[in-house]
């Protein structure tokens, strides 16, 4: 490699030099690898589903904070691109963090992102019943039945995953077209019905009261935490360094496409939770609506626009909820590969089938325990937590790229940011506050986890490494 262009290096040469085996197949290209990415995070999906949260807890806040949010994520697709091409493993964030960082903090980022596999399925599944319900008056209304509704959606996304990455991703760009076009209908409608400046949401941000009866004023420290909770929105666009063992040509393109997922991620989602806001007649009926945006589209639009926008959305969303699945299913496959649970847990997850090379039992994990969490749990609570992993994964990352170009100057990296340092030096900083403005409760939660794993890495994962060391040692 160091005798090598950088960015001519082979994404499956510079793979089998890191030691690992080609076993999933290339079929993917940058743009294929950008188009699976942004289905993942769904501009569509995001802002009609999970931007409920934010909406929710911080009102109108989330006008700035989406603007905040969305400068960040660039900033990380920058980091990102150059951690992408340098380790293009499957594992994508697990990967780059494993590479990075010292073993217990690793341990932990890796289970952190891992545990997302648990949450942003079911919440996704839960906006989809949702969406059902709201298409399909008739059905029952009950919180039970959303439960029940969204088990079954994920088990039809499990029977769509599970068949090879070829044909998810072909139906995945079939229905992102279908995507772009709701974005279209929608951004056009509300650029032609404008209700008030942004300014104005900027400067007076409003958010429900307690008794949703009437607005009441937010100041900066709501803008702080919508910021924290868009985490879990604006997100997915790393997706694209999950698909990095299947992606064609040189280590730069994985780099290429992170970054550019990024940016269409960040632009697309903020201007679309923008538009909506400056286009509510009413702002406490757009907070107090069960979907704020498909109020805009009913009452600029009419009831037949509403209805065909809600069926685009179910199915951007259930597109998203799919390769959601593949992608967390290659994040556990990799990490089984790399023993991160105990051996007989991960002779299991690492079985690929024959003809697909499908992680199909990884696969089956992932939606089995959506299917369980479904039932325990609310699409708010499970972004609003969910949005701090997400947090501490690119917190743990940015560190990580300041410690790779200081312990590591002389490696060759296919994708070098530019401005380094400032990339990862305004990553952590905005992270760090985002994450300080969560709730107590959000924030006491997440440090319950850590502790847990740190606990699992000292008493389970480092005694095996030692033990495996002297082994080798006596041989």
Known sequence: ??????????????LEELGYKQELQRTLTVGGNVTMAVANASPVMAIFIFALAPLAVTGTAS??????????????????????????????????????????LTFIAVLTFMLQAFIFPPSLALGVATYLQLLFPDLPQTPLATSLIAAIVLLVALLVGIKDIATSSTVTKILMVIQMAILGVFLFLCFTHTQRPLTELILSPQMLNETHTGLIATGFTGVLMSMGILFGVIDGYAASLGFAEETKGTSRNVGKAVLISAILT??????????SMIAAPDLKAYLSAVSPLLYIVEIHGGPILTTLINVGVLLASFTA?????????????????DRVWPDTVNHAVTKVSGSAQIPWVATLIIATVSIVMVFATSLINLVTFGSILIATVYLLIAIGAIVSRVK???????????LFPLPPIVVI????VAISSQSLQDMVTAGIFYLVAFVYYFLYIRPRTKRESRHSQNL
């Open 266 to 275: 960040a632009v697309l989602m903020s201007i679309t939770l923008l538009a």
């Open 408 to 418: 590591n100057p002389e490696i060759p990296r296919p994708f070098k940011m530019p």
């Open 1 to 14: 490699m160091e005798n090598s262009d950088p960015k001519l290096i082979g994404a499956q040469a510079r």
């Open 63 to 104: 006008a700035a904070a989406a603007i905040l949010q969305s400068i960040l994520v660039i900033f990380i697709g920058i980091v990102l691109a150059e951690l992408g091409a340098l380790y293009p493993i499957s594992g994508g964030l697990y990967s780059i963090v494993r590479h990075l960082l010292p073993k217990p």
């Open 429 to 432: 900083i905005g992270l760090v």
């Open 321 to 337: 909820l799919v390769v959601l699945i593949i992608y967390m299913a290659r994040v556990f496959y990799t990490g089984a590969r």
